[in-house]
Structure formats: structure tokens, C-alpha cells
């Protein structure tokens, strides 16, 4: 079954120190891999994606993620958090099916960055 | 330009009640996906719109939930006699045309919160 998976829960950082945020996929074919971030009441916001070419790509407010085809991941990363990074996250993959294209979310992992 | 709308932004329900929820995706926006949060949780995927059909409907979790999309645009979901396990927050969100391989990304709207009691 193709599926994402965001293996913790919650992930504590202190200010200041680098992040990381981890995903794993397992889906047929190629990917299309995506973060989103939900800060607190307020919608779902897309961060980066990646569809091709270079493994690391870069998004918005300094993350970036690293596609790693051997180990299935795409971890999230971010060299030096900040209080306001402290949200929701969620790993995606785009899949096709016999529907089309459908998205798959991860369970969602909450970042809390302390002061 | 304007983002998603959805309304109403919440939606307070005795249990059995039908109700409405209304999605506004961006303008020209083909592709429509309906998602439902429970409190903290990850999304749950219902339904997807190409237009104003639906090729997915694998993720509605019960007859009870409907959806349509008229003029490729505005779209409804239905949920008949609400239970109190449809509490949740109901997410829309659309992504511009695609044809072939998909590496759109999707635009969220802020929800509708749905209780019911």
C-alpha cells in the first residue's frame, strides 16, 4: 500500500539549533514529495516540494528537505530554528491511482521550539 | 488574488441535522480536494474534483457524505444526520490544472469547524 509515514509525534529544539523533522514514503514509481506547515488557527501553507532534479531543495522561511531515493525519506530540515517555526507539520506524497493523481498526507509531526 | 474560501467557519449541529459546507477555490483553479482534521490529527483525505467530476471518491467515510461541484468552480459537501464523530475541521483546498504527471502543490482554506452535539 503506498503510504507516508512521520515517525515522531513531536519534536523539541531549542532556538537557535537545527531542526529536523523526518518522513518516509513507500509509493510505486516516482514520487512527488511535499511539506506543509499549519501555524497555530491558521490554514494548512506549503513549504516545498520535490519533483525532480536536485535531491536538496529549499522552501520557504529557510527549511529545506533532502530526498533520498535508497532510504525512502525526505526529511525536513532547518539549520537554525526559531520560536516561530513552532507549528504542525506535515509530510505529503502524490500518488496516481485508478482515480488520478491523489495526495497522502503524514500523520502530522508538532515542532515546539523553546525560547 | 484571493485563496480559498470556505464557509461557514464554523458550524455548530444537533446530532441528525444535514449541513452544508461550501468551498470557493482560486479562479481557474481545476483540481478541488476535500479533507477532513480531527482535533490535532493528520488530514483525512474524502474526495477529489477534476473539474466538476469526481474520479476519487474512495475517502468519503460513509453514504451520509456527499459532494458535488457545479461550473468547475464552487463545491459542497453534504453530510446527512450528522453524527457526533463528524466533528472535525473540513479542509478544501485546489491546485491549478494539471494534465499528465501531477507536481502541483495544493492552496488550503481556513476550514470549516464543524461540531456537532
Known amino acids: 500500500a503506498q503510504s507516508v509515514a512521520q515517525p515522531e509525534d513531536q519534536v523539541n529544539v531549542a532556538e537557535g539549533n537545527p531542526l529536523t523533522v523526518k518522513c518516509t514514503y513507500s509509493v510505486s514509481g516516482n514520487p512527488y514529495l511535499f511539506w506543509y506547515v499549519q501555524y497555530p488557527n491558521r490554514g494548512l501553507q506549503f513549504l516545498l516540494k520535490y519533483i525532480t532534479g536536485d535531491n536538496l531543495v529549499k522552501g520557504s522561511y529557510g527549511f529545506e528537505a533532502e530526498f533520498n531515493k535508497s532510504q525512502t525519506s525526505f526529511h525536513l530540515k532547518k539549520p537554525s530554528a526559531l520560536v516561530s517555526d513552532s507549528a504542525l507539520y506535515f509530510c505529503a506524497v502524490r500518488v496516481l491511482n485508478t482515480g488520478g493523481f491523489k495526495t497522502i498526507f503524514g500523520a502530522g509531526t508538532r515542532l515546539f521550539v523553546k525560547a | 488574488g484571493a485563496g480559498v474560501s470556505q464557509s461557514p467557519s464554523n458550524k455548530v449541529t444537533e446530532k441528525g441535522k444535514d449541513v452544508e459546507l461550501r468551498c470557493d477555490p482560486i479562479?481557474?483553479?481545476?483540481?478541488l480536494y476535500w479533507y477532513r482534521q480531527s482535533l490535532g490529527q493528520g488530514l483525512e483525505f474524502l474526495i477529489y474534483f477534476q473539474g466538476n467530476s469526481a474520479p476519487d471518491k474512495s475517502g468519503l467515510p460513509s453514504d451520509r457524505f456527499s459532494a458535488e461541484r457545479t461550473g468547475g468552480s464552487v463545491s459542497t459537501l453534504t453530510i446527512q444526520r450528522t453524527q457526533q464523530e463528524d466533528s472535525a475541521v473540513y479542509l478544501c483546498a485546489s491546485s491549478t490544472p494539471t494534465s499528465g504527471e501531477d507536481g502541483n502543490e495544493q492552496f488550503f482554506g481556513p476550514g470549516t469547524r464543524l461540531t456537532v452535539l
Open positions: 479562479s481557474g483553479h481545476t483540481a
